[in-house]
């Protein structure tokens, strides 16, 4: 619960530290791990937050998906933007794409899967592949 | 059962709201929908702080710090915003609420509008949010608070101990267009230079011996919003190089850490310091005191505005005896005198305490006494209050004798006059 508070001051290290410890107790629980993937965006361990986001979709995309941001006071609109004009510093463009793609999914389907194509054409990880896989339907439902 | 408890639970005066383990408001009761104008339906599914901004809300949220304290929490003080978007001084306590296996899984708010009977009794006399003040020099504040109201200029407080700077530091935000941003106050005196850095900037796991882990400090946290640096003047002169790129550029870089960051605050400073002096004394930077002093704002002390001290006493009498279940309704005009001639080195939060000491002090059930005021107050008056007293009535002297007990040591002190006068007025009213 102390996490939630964190979380919802926007204090990620304090929220990622005890949500972290909420999770060893409850792994499953797929709502410590959506606010994990942002703490951990935050807090720069992005390749971590993607590994963590990776399992999520595939067990449960529409978790992520499904967010209200308004109704759940859920930052990534404010964060989408300030990563886009490069306000919150990110380590490389790979990384810029790999958050954008993550964070956006909470918002907006279709920007999420135009980040992780960018981030593609960085890398060849294999998983992006499957990612943008799974997303796609939900971009073709919102179109 | 559940309903019969909500039953129960509206029927109490006392505020009452639950909220569960991501402070999502699911229960309130009529008491609160009283107070805070706000019906259960618009509240409930709501996170209370997107309700209720309360000023601990970003800060010290009282759930938050009951859970770490790991223990119930009694009494604090706090201001909540109404539905019509007006501030209600409240006095709360907070419980958590855990299941059987003793884990959290939500709070317990209940809480009482301590302004209830203040506000609709001084309606007579003028106040700027929460700012009692009717001399022209408070009007004059007041006006400019609304002037500067749609800019995000730094703005400098100066003025004495006591004078209020922090009330007029909340009120620049409580009317600025920022008011529904965050609002991070920082004392500067009250933590060590060492640990004061970090509390602004923050700092990363590592950045000295006790950093376990990473911190964000108070200017990310107020981001978007205001931040109030009480006692400027005692940020150590290497640490206000920072805060003035801070204002300069808006950029900095947390302890231990070489990542630039960039906040968008709008800073508020006091100090009750001669800051010139510290600038001459190298202890302030000069290029600082020109960036914070944009808008300069100086709080007189109450020696200089003493046509306010009435509605300070009026404001006073009606908070303590809300507090202490008193129905005083006036002060004595000897009293008053007293007051009004005192100097007042304390400024209003003196006035305040000694307001409090005859609330608490003073027998009559009607008003506020000499007698019942604190003796401090009479030294070096005593030829002021001797002339003052030279006309007392025989009634007023009987009442003061009783009021004490007969013990005219006592009153002979009060009254600034010598046990051999006292008798001789006793005399002469036929009280002896």
Redesign the interface.
């Known amino acids: ?2 996490g ?3 979380f ?7 929220a990622l ?1 005890e949500l972290e410890q909420a999770l060893d107790k409850d792994p499953e629980n797929k709502l410590i791990r959506k606010k994990l993937i942002i703490c951990l965006t935050q ?1 720069g361990k992005v390749r971590e937050a993607f590994n963590q986001f990776y399992l999520l979709i595939n067990e449960d995309v529409e978790i992520i998906i499904n967010t209200r941001p308004d ?1 759940e ?1 859920c930052p990534c609109p404010h964060l989408v933007k300030k990563i886009e004009k490069d ?1 919150i ?1 990110t380590e490389n463009m790979l990384e810029k794409y790999l958050q954008l793609g993550m964070l956006w999914l909470y918002c907006d389907a279709n920007e999420s899967v135009e980040n992780f194509k960018n981030a593609l054409k960085l890398t060849a990880d294999d998983r992006l592949l499957h990612v943008i896989k799974i997303i796609e339907p939900y971009t073709k439902l919102n179109n | 059962m559940l309903k019969r408890n909500e039953e129960i639970l509206d029927f109490l005066a006392e505020g009452i709201f639950t909220v569960d383990k991501n402070f999502i408001v699911n229960y309130f009761n009529k008491a609160a929908e009283r107070i805070t104008g706000f019906t259960p339906d618009e509240v409930k599914g709501r996170k209370c702080k997107q309700i209720f901004q309360s000023d601990l809300c970003m800060d010290k949220c009282p759930i938050a710090e009951a859970l770490s304290m790991g223990k119930n929490l009694f009494d604090l003080k706090s201001k909540i915003r109404k539905k019509d978007g007006t501030l209600v001084n409240v006095k709360l306590n907070v419980g958590i609420l855990r299941d059987e296996n003793q884990n959290p899984i939500g709070g317990v708010i209940t809480f009482r509008d301590l302004c209830y009977l203040v506000n609709n009794e001084c309606e007579n006399f003028d106040h700027f949010y929460g700012i009692v003040g009717n001399s022209r020099v408070m009007t004059n504040i007041f006006n400019l608070i609304q002037e500067i109201a749609y800019t995000d200029t730094s703005v400098l407080i100066t003025g004495e101990t006591g004078t209020g700077k922090e009330m007029i530091a909340n009120a620049i935000q409580a009317t600025s267009r920022r008011k529904n941003e965050k609002y991070i106050k920082v004392n500067c005196a009250v933590l060590p230079p060492s640990l004061l850095a970090s509390e602004l900037f923050g700092h990363s796991k590592g950045a000295f011996t006790d950093a376990i882990k990473d911190r964000i400090g108070r200017f990310e946290l107020a981001d978007g919003g205001t931040i109030f640096l009480d006692e400027i003047a005692e940020m150590p002169i290497q640490m206000q190089a920072q805060l003035l790129r801070v204002i300069q550029e808006g950029t900095f870089e947390r302890l231990g850490e070489s990542i630039t960051r960039k906040v968008d605050v709008r800073i508020i400073a006091a100090t009750n310091v001669d800051i010139k002096e510290a600038i001459n004394a190298g202890r302030f930077r000069e290029d600082l005191y020109y960036r914070l002093n944009v808008i300069p704002i100086e709080v007189p002390p109450l020696r200089e505005r003493k046509e306010d001290i009435p509605f300070l006493i009026n404001h006073f009498l009606k908070k303590y005896n809300l507090i202490y279940k008193k129905e005083i309704k006036k002060i004595e005009k000897d009293a008053l005198e007293v007051l009004m001639a005192y100097q007042w080195p304390g400024n209003i939060r003196e006035l305040e305490n000694v307001i409090e000491y005859a609330v608490i002090r003073t027998k009559s059930e009607e008003s506020l006494t000499l007698c019942s005021l604190p003796e401090f107050i009479f030294e070096g008056m005593t030829t002021c209050i001797k002339k003052q007293n030279q006309n007392i009535s025989p009634a007023r002297l009987l009442q003061l004798l009783e009021e004490n007990r007969w013990n005219k040591s006592k009153v002979a002190r009060l009254l600034g006059i010598n046990r051999t006068t006292l008798w001789r007025w006793m005399k002469e009213s036929n009280l002896i």
């Open positions: 619960m102390l939630n508070y964190h919802m001051i926007r204090d990620y290290y304090s530290n807090v109704w006071d306000e510093p």
